[in-house]
């Protein structure tokens, strides 16, 4: 069978796939069906946090493969509650509510700004959510309405209303949508899709306080830039601020499907029973990668994060062909006088696989890839961005 005419002609065309068919790798290096081997700095798009088929991870989800699969959630199980402890005591947050991916993440999170508001107001006066320009959030009909970039709103309306977009940086503008009444601000401390853009310190600081003294939440999306990738646990903790509400997802499990919405004080008793669910959520399999995945992001693994990314920083600064890099720990934008697709496409050619983010060149290496294995990936894409 050839399995790129197999899945084209089968697979619904909403990707453009790059020419290459991964059949397996160990950690950072993954291997095609050309019996090549890639450095991949993409990591499934920050999923992957250890890389592939790491050790210890599958050693985790098999165990737990063995002794108990599926049960829903009807029943209690060990990996889950385990899971929420540890996600609680490294946030100080109170509940978690679990699903399968970053959008229903932020649909439950969604959910829950409402209900704070209509139990606070009595109605559905205050249901709106600020969002911000070039943020994305998923690809649901309300996380994509939730999304502040048009382009992917063309021809799939009508879209759940009840989200207005505020500019990053502009508080005054910020400020505007808070007084026409809401119930969030919702937002990433590093777009990821729109551009690699780590949001300024003082403007996170300046959307917590009008969310204190407009009386609505704060909802950190912390699905891509979550689990270590900025060098803290959360991003959110680069900025010493406690958001109301955290989603998370992508990196959590280290390459199982897991969505989880955290919970803190004034947004714990929101949902009842009987008011939201999942039939996977939870799951005992991926719950127990995730386990592994967040007992490993230490305070070693973290500096490991910092000190890598300073790695990548000084070596491409300045470089010819290099404009400049955004972002913040292992999820970096690099802007090259080139176009980001032709960086990818010489970069796969010599062996180096990454990602693109609007006009960058996205980096989202694992949390712990080799460093000589790092230094290589740069000398690719130095002498790609200096062509
Ligand atoms: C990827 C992403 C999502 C959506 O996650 P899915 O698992 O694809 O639904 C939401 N928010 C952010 C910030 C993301 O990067």
Not at 202 to 217: A, M, P, W
Not at 285 to 303: E, F, P
Request: proline share 3%; charged share 20%.
């Amino acid at each position: 069978m050839d399995i790129r005419e197999t899945d084209s002609e089968y697979v619904a065309a909403t990707y453009s796939r790059f020419p290459l068919t991964v059949t397996g790798g160990q950690g950072s290096v993954l291997v095609g069906d050309d019996g090549r081997k890639y450095i991949d700095l993409g990591t499934g798009i920050a999923v992957n946090t250890f890389g592939m088929c790491d050790g210890e991870w599958v050693e985790a989800v098999k165990k737990q493969l063995d002794t108990c699969g599926h049960t829903s959630n009807l029943y209690y199980t060990e990996p889950c509650a385990v899971l929420a402890k540890m996600l609680c005591e490294r946030t100080g947050m109170k509940k978690v509510f679990f699903s399968n991916s970053g959008a229903e993440a932020n649909e439950c999170a969604i959910k829950a700004a409402r209900r704070f508001a209509f139990r606070k107001y009595g109605d559905e006066s205050r249901s709106t959510v600020i969002t911000l320009k070039s943020s994305f959030h998923g690809r649901t009909v309300t996380t994509l309405a939730a999304t502040g970039q048009d382009a992917f709103h063309t021809e799939f309306g009508p879209f759940t209303g009840g989200f207005v977009y505020a500019e990053a940086g502009d508080l005054d503008g910020l400020e505007a949508l808070c007084k026409q009444g809401c119930c969030a601000v919702m937002f990433e401390c590093v777009q990821g899709e729109g551009g690699v853009n780590a949001l300024d310190a003082d403007f996170v600081h300046g959307i917590f306080g009008l969310c204190e003294k407009y009386g609505i939440l704060t909802i950190a999306d912390e699905v891509q830039c979550g689990n270590g990738r900025s060098g803290k646990l959360y991003a959110y903790m680069n900025y010493g601020v406690t958001p109301d509400i955290v989603t998370n997802a992508k990196g959590l499990a280290g390459g199982l499907p897991l969505g989880a919405t955290m919970f803190g004080e004034r947004a714990a008793d929101i949902y009842t029973p009987g008011s939201h669910g999942s039939t996977f959520g939870g799951n005992p399999i991926c719950a127990a990668g995730a386990v592994n995945v967040l007992s490993r992001i230490d305070d070693d693994l973290l500096a490991g994060v910092v000190r890598r990314s300073e790695i990548i920083r000084s070596y491409l600064a300045g470089k010819p062909g290099i404009v400049s890099i955004s972002g913040m720990g292992l999820m970096l934008g690099i802007e090259t006088v080139k176009s980001a697709a032709d960086v990818i496409t010489y970069c796969r050619e010599h062996g180096v696989l990454v990602l693109s983010a609007k006009n960058r060149v996205r980096l989202l290496p694992a949390l712990n890839i080799p460093e000589d294995l790092l230094l290589r990936a740069l000398e690719v894409i130095a002498a790609s961005a200096a062509e």
